[in-house]
């Protein structure tokens, strides 16, 4: 599964982006074990009664117990899109794990359960005792059966999702696991369809299963459904059968085993676009408007097939590889078995793509197919043996297809983002102790473990770790595993014992943070690289086993690397040199999970950019001179314009104050050819954004319209944004004229524009624009038309407030539901504050012409509050989230 795909997204969007990556990593499923109570023991002591709690029983979230083993599994569902019911009928193999056993209990979570039956080798039916309590279906076999027996089971059910309360959490925002879309049809422009999303424990919410991801079971499934709707489900689409009542019938037969969790089925009426890989059918499934941009929407898929097969000398598994994108999807994106579900935040025309690429989501996607579908996690605890390889697999890609650089970029994006969250909390990365499923799908099993697989892969070497992964695949193929399977499979390539390695990275908490300081001992003719570790807290090594690479730039400039390995809190390593070099850089291919404080003076931090290897120590070159204004710093800002790579490119820009300070007239001239020629839209859009931020004055606003009519979204707001400051009232003029691209890119910039100048006759933007946009992206445009707000005369105000309210109410994700009532919240606090300050100018004047007037707004004020106060009220009675109501009722007076 991907929430990167949602993490993307938001990146581009700034401080919003900040915000909303916060809130996601604040990843609520089945608990694996009940809660111990509180017991008190009591004992006498002469005349003192002493009350002592026993100890609570630290949670420990086992395995499933195999106790009957799913074969296969058999289904015919329909659907009655009025109810959002589906009726089903499921055929359950099953032969004993190891003991022999006279019961079976299955999840089957929200359904109507009608017959349960024995059916014998003829297909004869015998109908057996059950009990049912809406969560697990217990089944009186008809005796004892022993392991080498098979036994079919027939039910008869209903699933309706939508019935029975399901969690859900900021990584999967819902869990019912089966989703009727625009059901009755009145939302206009949204079509219908039905998908299902079964990670983690939620495929038992439409059919019944033994929903664990150790088991493995192969299918087939029959889908009825109306025929102007196509179907995907996991496997080959063997038949399609005209029912002649308007409805068809469609089997999809899966011959390999997988988990329950990878079960999925999408019905709606797509654009199929057909592709293959040598003889494997890829298809790619999109909305009949995108059907030209698919392949494109998926790139590169059959060529990333090639890649991942030779790389790990596995060839693709499974039978096809489709993709299909749905709406109002619930995660990022999911891995299922030969049929991986997108939201529909990737999809959209070429102008669109230039900027939102799905390409990393694609890989990680794919790459599950071999870590995640063919080799599975045992357990959540070890989810991830699934997530962090899938995150890995972006790197290899990119690393493949575009070269180090954009692979680094990647990877440290992918550092910072777990930095971000080790901040609040450091976990293990294998955890026993988690209190709910999807508490495991954060930024440690997904950003830390991808980067903890590129460390085992410098450790081992690249032979040595791509055989290792070949072994763990063809060893563990169609099976289920835990962290030592790997372990064993490097350690079994390698003849070396990695416990030293597992055991600090994946079994224990934190990351290494270190001091990193070198000088050179002119009377030894020595240099002298002193490391410091200083992490410290609960489950984290006082001291981490570090081999690192050093990168020393000589007096020469010639650059050696020499290899340590720090196992000490406090150790110095001495290198015999006739001469002081010019830079000493620790982690010369920035390999290591960890932070490293190492201070560059200007003079390094110029050899870092001229002589470092990698993307990183440009990245970090730049920053450590964007303050310097001396003309060697100045000289490597200006060669950052023109870096290989694109994002430092764009940095150059960012950190080029002091170089425009220095040398305006030809750093313009730079930035005016960047922003017309560069490559890359996003370096363009930044020049743009530069050249509205430092030329205002000096620019044409001819050159900069010249940006509305780049390709990319991205530039157009970039360009729109910086034509405002040369020129407000024009741009304001070529804002309504983009209005009718209708891209969500450039109504964010709009948004802004707009709340700035607060005309009221753009009020009409605002409300057409929170009911066309969905998700996350929404939230920014309520920021810009609260601001908006806060400045216009009541009755438009009336208007905004109903708005937020109905947004409060009605949002099904309970974080956007939060933004509306952050700015009912906001707009109250606005409102108390002019009460105040209007109560405070009564009590001052003696014009009693004024203070009627004073008066007039004082009460009108007042109103505004209280009206917003009681909406308040109201939402927190309706509230259903925990901890939204409270912080609705935190606003109420």
């Given at each position: 599964?991907?929430?990167?795909?949602?993490?993307?997204?938001m990146?581009?969007?700034?401080?919003?982006?900040?915000?909303?990556?916060?809130?996601?990593y604040?990843?609520?499923c089945k608990?694996?074990?009940?809660?111990?109570?509180?017991e008190v023991a009591?004992?006498?002591?002469?005349?003192?009664?002493?009350?002592?709690?026993?100890?609570?029983?630290?949670?420990y979230?086992?395995?499933?117990?195999?106790?009957?083993?799913?074969?296969?599994?058999?289904?015919?569902?329909?659907?009655?899109?009025?109810?959002?019911?589906?009726?089903?009928?499921?055929?359950?193999?099953?032969?004993?794990?190891?003991?022999?056993?006279?019961?079976?209990?299955l999840?089957?979570?929200?359904h109507?359960?009608?017959?349960?039956?024995?059916?014998?080798?003829?297909?004869?039916?015998?109908?057996?005792?059950?009990?049912?309590?809406?969560?697990?279906?217990?089944?009186?076999?008809?005796?004892?059966?022993?392991?080498?027996?098979t036994?079919?089971?027939?039910?008869?059910?209903?699933?309706?999702p939508?019935?029975?309360?399901?969690?859900?959490?900021?990584?999967?925002?819902?869990?019912?696991?089966?989703y009727?879309?625009?059901?009755?049809?009145?939302?206009?422009?949204?079509?219908k369809?039905?998908?299902?999303q079964?990670?983690?424990?939620?495929?038992?919410?439409?059919?019944?299963?033994?929903?664990?991801?150790?088991?493995?079971?192969?299918?087939?499934?029959?889908?009825?459904?109306?025929?102007?709707?196509?179907?995907?489900?996991?496997?080959?689409?063997?038949f399609?059968?005209?029912?002649?009542?308007?409805?068809?019938?469609?089997?999809?037969k899966?011959?390999?085993?997988?988990?329950?969790?990878?079960?999925?089925?999408?019905?709606?009426?797509?654009?199929?676009?057909?592709?293959?890989?040598?003889?494997?059918?890829?298809?790619?499934?999109?909305?009949?408007?995108?059907?030209?941009?698919?392949?494109?929407?998926?790139?590169?898929?059959?060529?990333?097939?090639?890649?991942?097969?030779?790389?790990?000398?596995?060839?693709?598994?499974?039978?096809?590889?489709?993709?299909?994108v749905?709406?109002?999807?619930?995660?990022?994106?999911?891995?299922?078995?030969?049929?991986?579900?997108?939201?529909?935040?990737?999809?959209?025309?070429?102008?669109?793509?230039?900027?939102?690429?799905?390409?990393?989501?694609?890989?990680?996607?794919?790459?599950?197919h071999?870590?995640?579908?063919?080799?599975?996690?045992?357990?959540?605890?070890?989810?991830?043996?699934?997530?962090?390889?899938?995150?890995?697999?972006?790197?290899l890609?990119?690393?493949?297809?575009?070269?180090?650089?954009?692979?680094?970029?990647?990877?440290?994006?992918?550092?910072?983002?777990?930095?971000?969250?080790?901040?609040?909390?450091?976990?293990?990365?294998?955890?026993?102790?988690?209190?709910?499923?999807?508490?495991?799908?954060?930024?440690?099993?997904?950003?830390?473990?991808?980067r903890?697989?590129?460390?085992?892969?410098?450790?081992?070497?690249?032979?040595?770790?791509?055989?290792?992964?070949?072994?763990?695949?063809?060893?563990?193929?169609?099976q289920?595993?835990?962290i030592?399977?790997?372990?064993?499979?490097?350690?079994?390539?390698?003849?070396?014992?990695?416990?030293?390695?597992?055991?600090?990275?994946?079994?224990?908490?934190?990351?290494?943070?270190?001091?990193?300081?070198?000088?050179?001992?002119?009377?030894?003719?020595q240099?002298?690289?002193?490391?410091?570790?200083?992490?410290?807290?609960?489950?984290?090594?006082?001291?981490?086993?570090?081999?690192?690479?050093?990168?020393?730039?000589?007096?020469?400039?010639?650059?050696?690397?020499?290899?340590?390995?720090?196992?000490?809190?406090?150790?110095?390593?001495?290198?015999?040199?006739?001469?002081?070099?010019?830079?000493?850089?620790?982690?010369?291919?920035?390999?290591?999970?960890?932070?490293?404080?190492?201070?560059?003076?200007?003079?390094?931090?110029?050899?870092?950019?001229?002589?470092?290897?990698?993307?990183?120590?440009?990245?970090?070159?730049?920053?450590?001179?964007?303050?310097?204004?001396?003309?060697?710093s100045?000289?490597?800002?200006?060669?950052?314009?023109?870096?290989?790579?694109?994002?430092i490119?764009?940095l150059?820009?960012?950190?080029?104050?002091?170089?425009?300070?220095?040398?305006?007239?030809?750093t313009?001239?730079?930035?005016?050819?960047?922003?017309?020629?560069?490559?890359?839209?996003?370096?363009r859009?930044?020049?743009?954004?530069?050249?509205?931020?430092?030329?205002?004055?000096?620019?044409?606003?001819?050159?900069?319209k010249?940006?509305?009519?780049?390709?990319?979204?991205?530039?157009?707001?970039?360009?729109?944004?910086?034509?405002?400051?040369?020129?407000?009232?024009?741009?304001l003029?070529?804002?309504?004229?983009?209005?009718?691209?209708?891209?969500?890119?450039?109504?964010?910039?709009?948004?802004?524009?707009?709340?700035?100048?607060?005309?009221?006759?753009?009020n009409?933007?605002?409300?057409?624009?929170?009911?066309?946009?969905?998700?996350f992206?929404?939230?920014?445009?309520?920021?810009?038309?609260?601001?908006f707000?806060?400045?216009?005369?009541?009755?438009?105000?009336?208007?905004?407030l109903?708005?937020?309210?109905k947004?409060?109410?009605?949002?099904?994700?309970?974080?956007?539901?939060?933004?509306?009532?952050?700015?009912?919240?906001?707009?109250?606090?606005?409102?108390?504050?002019?009460?105040?300050?209007?109560?405070?100018?009564?009590?001052?004047?003696?014009?009693?012409?004024?203070?009627?007037?004073?008066?007039?707004?004082?009460?009108?004020?007042?109103?505004?509050a209280?009206?917003?106060?009681?909406?308040?009220?109201?939402?927190?009675?309706?509230?259903?989230?925990?901890?939204?109501?409270?912080?609705?009722?935190?606003?109420?007076?």
């Amino acid at each position: 599964m991907s929430f990167v795909a949602q993490r993307n997204y938001m990146k581009k969007h700034s401080s919003f982006g900040i915000l909303a990556i916060g809130i996601l990593y604040l990843f609520a499923c089945k608990t694996a074990q009940p809660s111990i109570e509180d017991e008190v023991a009591w004992t006498t002591e002469m005349d003192t009664i002493e009350v002592t709690p026993e100890p609570e029983l630290e949670i420990y979230r086992a395995s499933e117990s195999r106790i009957n083993d799913l074969i296969h599994t058999k289904l015919e569902v329909s659907f009655n899109w009025d109810s959002a019911f589906l009726y089903g009928k499921a055929w359950l193999s099953f032969t004993p794990y190891f003991y022999p056993t006279d019961s079976l209990v299955l999840d089957a979570k929200g359904h109507m359960i009608k017959e349960v039956a024995l059916v014998d080798q003829i297909g004869k039916m015998k109908p057996l005792k059950f009990s049912y309590d809406t969560m697990e279906l217990s089944i009186a076999l008809d005796k004892t059966y022993h392991k080498e027996d098979t036994y079919k089971i027939y039910i008869d059910y209903v699933a309706m999702p939508d019935k029975f309360e399901a969690g859900g959490s900021s990584a999967i925002t819902s869990e019912k696991g089966l989703y009727f879309i625009n059901k009755d049809g009145s939302e206009e422009g949204k079509p219908k369809q039905i998908w299902t999303q079964g990670e983690t424990e939620s495929s038992s919410r439409w059919f019944p299963t033994i929903d664990a991801p150790n088991e493995k079971t192969t299918q087939e499934i029959y889908i009825t459904v109306d025929t102007v709707y196509e179907t995907l489900s996991n496997g080959k689409l063997l038949f399609q059968t005209e029912n002649g009542d308007g409805s068809r019938t469609d089997y999809w037969k899966q011959e390999l085993p997988h988990a329950p969790y990878l079960f999925m089925m999408a019905i709606g009426d797509f654009a199929i676009v057909e592709d293959q890989w040598k003889d494997i059918p890829v298809n790619y499934y999109v909305e009949h408007e995108y059907k030209e941009f698919a392949a494109d929407i998926y790139p590169n898929t059959p060529e990333m097939i090639e890649f991942f097969s030779n790389k790990l000398n596995y060839p693709y598994p499974w039978d096809k590889y489709h993709q299909v994108v749905v709406r109002d999807y619930v995660s990022g994106a999911m891995e299922n078995t030969g049929a991986v579900i997108y939201g529909d935040f990737v999809q959209g025309d070429d102008r669109f793509l230039i900027d939102n690429s799905g390409e990393d989501i694609v890989a990680h996607e794919l790459f599950h197919h071999w870590f995640g579908d063919l080799v599975t996690t045992e357990s959540w605890s070890n989810l991830p043996l699934n997530e962090s390889f899938a995150t890995y697999g972006e790197y290899l890609w990119n690393e493949h297809k575009y070269g180090r650089d954009q692979a680094d970029y990647g990877l440290e994006n992918d550092l910072r983002a777990y930095f971000g969250e080790a901040r609040i909390n450091k976990k293990k990365l294998i955890r026993f102790n988690y209190k709910n499923e999807t508490d495991m799908f954060d930024t440690h099993s997904y950003q830390k473990g991808g980067r903890v697989l590129h460390m085992l892969r410098k450790e081992l070497g690249d032979e040595a770790f791509f055989k290792s992964l070949e072994v763990y695949l063809k060893e563990n193929e169609f099976q289920s595993v835990e962290i030592h399977n790997l372990r064993l499979a490097a350690e079994k390539v390698s003849g070396r014992d990695l416990n030293w390695f597992f055991n600090q990275w994946f079994f224990q908490a934190g990351h290494p943070e270190l001091i990193a300081e070198w000088e050179y001992i002119d009377s030894t003719k020595q240099a002298a690289v002193h490391l410091t570790q200083i992490q410290e807290g609960d489950d984290i090594p006082e001291i981490y086993i570090l081999p690192i690479d050093l990168e020393v730039v000589d007096a020469k400039g010639e650059v050696l690397i020499k290899k340590i390995k720090m196992m000490q809190r406090q150790q110095s390593f001495f290198f015999d040199m006739e001469e002081a070099p010019l830079l000493i850089n620790v982690d010369a291919d920035k390999t290591l999970l960890a932070d490293i404080d190492q201070d560059f003076s200007k003079e390094e931090a110029k050899v870092l950019y001229e002589k470092g290897g990698n993307y990183l120590d440009r990245y970090i070159a730049l920053k450590e001179l964007r303050l310097k204004s001396d003309s060697n710093s100045l000289n490597t800002i200006e060669k950052g314009l023109s870096d290989p790579h694109w994002n430092i490119r764009k940095l150059a820009i960012q950190e080029s104050k002091k170089l425009i300070k220095k040398r305006a007239e030809s750093t313009k001239k730079t930035l005016l050819t960047m922003a017309e020629k560069d490559e890359k839209s996003r370096v363009r859009a930044e020049a743009f954004e530069a050249l509205g931020k430092y030329y205002a004055d000096e620019i044409d606003a001819e050159f900069i319209k010249k940006g509305l009519q780049d390709r990319s979204y991205l530039v157009v707001g970039s360009a729109l944004e910086a034509l405002a400051k040369v020129d407000n009232q024009e741009a304001l003029k070529e804002a309504e004229e983009l209005e009718k691209l209708e891209n969500e890119t450039i109504n964010m910039t709009i948004a802004q524009m707009y709340a700035k100048d607060g005309d009221p006759k753009y009020n009409d933007f605002y409300i057409r624009q929170l009911a066309q946009m969905e998700g996350f992206v929404k939230y920014p445009l309520m920021i810009s038309y609260q601001e908006f707000l806060e400045n216009q005369e009541i009755d438009v105000l009336m208007v905004g407030l109903e708005e937020f309210y109905k947004i409060a109410e009605k949002e099904n994700n309970w974080f956007m539901r939060m933004g509306g009532v952050n700015a009912l919240g906001q707009i109250k606090k606005a409102e108390k504050d002019k009460a105040e300050a209007l109560s405070k100018q009564i009590s001052e004047t003696s014009d009693p012409a004024a203070t009627v007037e004073l008066k007039k707004q004082l009460d009108e004020a007042n109103m505004i509050a209280d009206k917003v106060n009681g909406m308040l009220k109201k939402l927190a009675e309706k509230e259903v989230n925990d901890r939204l109501r409270a912080r609705i009722e935190g606003e109420i007076d």
